[in-house]
């Protein structure tokens, strides 16, 4: 009997070790994307003139990342893409950068993909930032997995650095619960970033989570378009990548 429990004793330690090592592993990679995959644009972004270049930001999507705020009124400076801008020049001020939106207001993905090499690649990103989940959902997720990993490949074939985007939120929809469309397409996305090793901003959950301490309304210019608060916190979250580590 002692033996017998013994044994099963040196069973559980053994995979409590593993389920440790499992979650400590996938912990590291998340920090490793985040703080390293941009290290060849970050150090682009420090050389002075005469030897610098332009670099560009590519922004692809649909009306959030447009600027579309609420009635169709269109605020374009003060959404993500161009605040991500202000803060990479703020902190890199010898850089040259570029912000090229490509993103159509209710365009979808399977739409996105299809003129992806004429009206995207065109414009030699550097970085190129991807951002359908709330449209997506009128395609649901089979289609939308498609046209997302088409868009990935293409770019990553063609030297680009990319960065998925989950959606900013819907009122409509219950941002606490795991089984609403844009829930799903959120971890449609976190899969495909894994799964292709590139970044990710998990606008999403970090909306989800601050909804946990104060209402969304008040970064919200409808049910489904962020406001100037709104697009803040996302730039935010975006400009995590372009800090400098111990590396530079």
Request: charged share 25%; glycine share 6%; aromatic share 12%.
């Amino acid at each position: 009997m002692i033996k017998k429990q013994i044994v099963l004793g040196f069973i559980f330690l053994m995979n409590l070790n593993f389920a440790f090592a499992q979650t400590k592993g996938m912990s590291f990679s998340n920090n490793e994307i985040s703080t390293y995959y941009l290290d060849s644009v970050k150090k682009e972004l420090k050389v002075k003139w005469p030897k610098n270049r332009t670099i560009n930001f590519v922004f692809h999507g649909h009306s959030v990342p447009t600027g579309y705020s609420t009635r169709g009124v269109v605020d374009r400076l003060n959404s993500y893409p161009f605040r991500t801008l202000k803060k990479v020049n703020d902190f890199y001020p010898y850089s040259v950068v570029n912000v090229v939106t490509t993103s159509i207001g209710g365009e979808q993905s399977e739409q996105g993909a299809k003129r992806f090499k004429d009206e995207v690649l065109v414009y030699k990103p550097e970085v190129l930032f991807i951002d359908y989940g709330l449209n997506d959902r009128g395609i649901g997720l089979e289609r939308a997995k498609q046209a997302w990993e088409k868009m990935i490949k293409e770019a990553l074939a063609y030297g680009t650095k990319v960065i998925l985007l989950t959606p900013s939120p819907d009122l409509n929809e219950d941002i606490a619960s795991q089984t609403t469309k844009l829930a799903k397409h959120s971890e449609q996305i976190r899969d495909l970033a894994k799964k292709h090793k590139v970044g990710l901003i998990d606008s999403y959950a970090l909306f989800k989570k601050l909804a946990e301490t104060e209402p969304l309304i008040g970064y919200m210019a409808q049910n489904n378009h962020i406001n100037q608060k709104g697009h803040q916190f996302v730039a935010d979250a975006i400009f995590e990548y372009f800090k400098t580590t111990n590396r530079h």
